[in-house]
């Protein structure tokens, strides 16, 4: 193993103790990992914190039989971006990866390339990988100074795009994109963003709009209206003056409804009016996920097979859409609303989240 400069023995870690919403991460003082064959050595300048991270560490999803394991060592995290400092046995013939190089860290670290669907040839089938490592899930996160992850795997960031910038969009952002691009909504036709004000619908809004699409955003609030309408929202709806939004939207849309709906809000009442926006034809994106396993997401069998409606789920991405997504912002059309901390905040930015006054996305400083 080499480096580039001097790696310490110790680091600095955001650590889960304790169980359920009373959960926290304080800072730690935990041992720097050497990576493995075919592994690279990342240090960490920013990681942003994702809802999900939220969800693993106040242990939200036990119900569905989802918790971070064993080997995640209690650190989240699956937004990571820093620099090579350390390449595994192996690593420099795999990803073209150099020491100093940008490297992004994901949910998905790792994939097998052998089961059913890694072989599968559409696109998407490494996402439904069969023994995928995912990070700050079944891997140590990016919440800690260093990380190790398959150099296979890793996104090299372009250098138009800046680390807190590149950090949400290893999840935040190619989830949106590829939520966009699975409405299969066309240049000039509608879609319907619930949970656009949020930290993925900002997204969400900004890729329709991108894509050509007309975006009708619905969220709550005038602050939510007016950042809405900041990044590219025709229409914006409020939740809570508007009691119709099914006659609303079939009114904009020539009475006919939306050709896409993409649901970024994680509640119930999000899922329960999805449909009914669609038209003939249209599809549902299920994106935001609700700790409740009752809430479902779909629609009556009549409704859904007399309008031949299409309700798919979606998450992250492939590492193509992941430097696609990147290259928007690279390009200048999408950028994250970023809310800036270091990673001695995250059960502050957890609580934020838990109260939905989390402005956009959360970066943390990790080390310079």
């Known amino acids: 193993m080499s480096a580039t400069h001097t790696i310490p023995k110790e680091q600095k870690a955001a650590v889960k ?24 050595l990342v240090k960490i300048t920013w990681s942003g914190l994702c809802a999900s991270d ?22 989240a995290g699956h937004e990571g971006v820093g620099n090579v400092v350390a390449l595994g046995p192996g690593a420099d013939k795999l990803g073209g990866w150099k020491l100093g190089d940008r490297a992004g860290i994901k949910w998905i670290t790792e994939v097998c390339g052998t089961c059913h669907y890694c072989k599968e040839v559409y696109q998407g089938g490494e996402v439904l990988c069969l023994n995928q490592i995912n990070s700050g899930f079944s891997a140590a996160g990016t919440f800690q100074q260093y990380c190790v992850t398959s150099a296979a795997y890793a996104t090299h960031i372009p250098d138009k795009v800046t680390d807190e ?3 949400p969009i290893m999840c935040g952002g190619v989830t949106a994109y590829n939520a966009c691009k699975r409405t ?14 949020g930290g993925l619908g900002h997204l969400g809004v900004q890729y329709a709009k991108a894509l050509g699409m007309r975006v009708i955003a619905v969220d709550a609030g005038d602050a939510k209206r007016d950042l809405c309408h900041q990044l590219g929202a ?27 709906v993409i649901v970024f809000a994680a509640v119930a009442a999000s899922y329960a009016v999805g449909p009914s926006l669609l038209r003939s034809g249209g599809t549902l994106v299920a994106i935001g996920l609700p700790g409740d396993p009752t809430i479902l997401a779909g629609a009556p069998p009549m409704m859904m097979a007399l309008k031949q409606l299409s309700i798919v789920g979606s998450a992250v991405g492939t590492q193509q859409d992941v430097n696609e997504a990147l290259d928007f912002t690279a390009r200048g059309l999408v950028h994250p ?9 995250v059960d502050k930015f957890i609580d934020q989240l838990v109260t939905g006054k989390l402005p956009g996305r959360a970066v943390l400083k990790v080390s310079d």
Do not use: C, F
Request: aromatic share 4%; hydrophobic share 35%.
């Open 337 to 345: 609303i970023l809310t800036k901390g270091t990673l001695a905040d």
């Open 17 to 40: 103790e304790g169980t359920g919403h009373s959960s926290k991460a304080p800072l730690k003082t935990i041992a720097v990992p050497t990576p493995g064959p075919g592994e690279i």
């Open 165 to 167: 910038e590149a950090g």
């Open 184 to 197: 299969k909504v066309r240049p000039g036709q509608w879609v319907v963003i619930l949970g656009a004000g």
């Open 54 to 75: 939220k969800s693993l560490i106040h242990d939200e999803w036990g119900s569905l039989g989802v918790a971070m394991k064993d080997e995640t060592h209690g650190v």
């Open 234 to 260: 025709e229409v914006y709806l409020d939740v809570i003056t508007n009691k119709d939004l099914t006659k609303t939207v079939a009114d904009l849309t020539d009475g006919l409804g939306a050709h896409g």
